[in-house]
């Protein structure tokens, strides 16, 4: 393994699989099962689930809703993805726990660096939840905080392309795909990865972003293998 623990990166639209909305038990099933791949060869796996298939913070202000209440409505979204991959991943035998950045012990442990760190030595897949438990800050920023505190060797950002292309290659079939980019060229050039605080975070602590396509089966092990799966940005 090139990798021996990361943090993996799901947007909340991810899990809605063709739905539109929600949660598609199918999606949920397949990320389990990728996950339980990589965790029975030993690497030490963390998530971070965005919550947009159940609920937008950014949106909910646009139309008038206080954005510091609409970011923890959003925050508790991802709570319910997190619980929803708990249960798929425990239902494959492996053993996850749930960390939620806002206090709630009846549903989750409230994260504690040293905890997850030795939920991760004790071969626990660990969901942080709940983002950073601050508004104005994306999931995205929460995942390169959550990965730079437990010492992670790489942010994993599941997407359903390939790679970083130079344009949307879904609008765009002549796009260019990167197989390495600088963080400066991210910024710079606005490539859409994550968002600038989570890139400038990333980027200071020299923690390198994969971003791949994890629609895909195997390629999540492909990419803890350190083969050529889609774009690494550091």
Do not use: W
């Amino acid at each position: 393994m090139k990798y021996r623990r990361i943090l993996l990166k799901l947007s909340g639209e991810a899990l809605m699989g063709n739905q539109g909305n929600g949660i598609d038990p199918e999606v949920v099933n397949l990320i389990a099962n990728q996950v339980k791949e990589i965790r029975e060869l030993g690497v030490e796996v963390s998530l971070v689930i965005g919550g947009g298939n159940i609920f937008r913070g950014v949106a909910g202000a646009t139309k008038g809703m206080d954005r510091v209440t609409g970011d923890h409505m959003g925050m508790l979204a991802t709570m319910i993805n997190a619980l929803a991959l708990q249960d798929a991943l425990e239902q494959k035998g492996l053993h996850a726990r749930v960390l939620s950045g806002i206090e709630m012990p009846k549903v989750a442990e409230s994260y504690i660096r040293r905890r997850a760190m030795r939920h991760l030595e004790k071969g626990r897949v660990v969901i942080f939840g709940a983002g950073t438990g601050n508004p104005y800050f994306s999931t995205d920023t929460a995942a390169a905080l959550r990965a730079n505190e437990i010492n992670a060797e790489v942010v994993m950002k599941a997407t359903n392309v390939d790679g970083i292309y130079d344009s949307d290659p879904r609008k765009n079939p002549e796009a260019v795909r990167y197989e390495t980019v600088s963080f400066q060229e991210v910024l710079e050039k606005d490539l859409k990865v994550m968002d600038a605080a989570a890139i400038a975070l990333c980027r200071e602590n020299k923690l390198p972003i994969l971003v791949f396509n994890m629609v895909e089966p195997g390629n999540l092990l492909a990419a803890v293998q350190g083969k050529a799966v889609g774009t690494l940005v550091n």
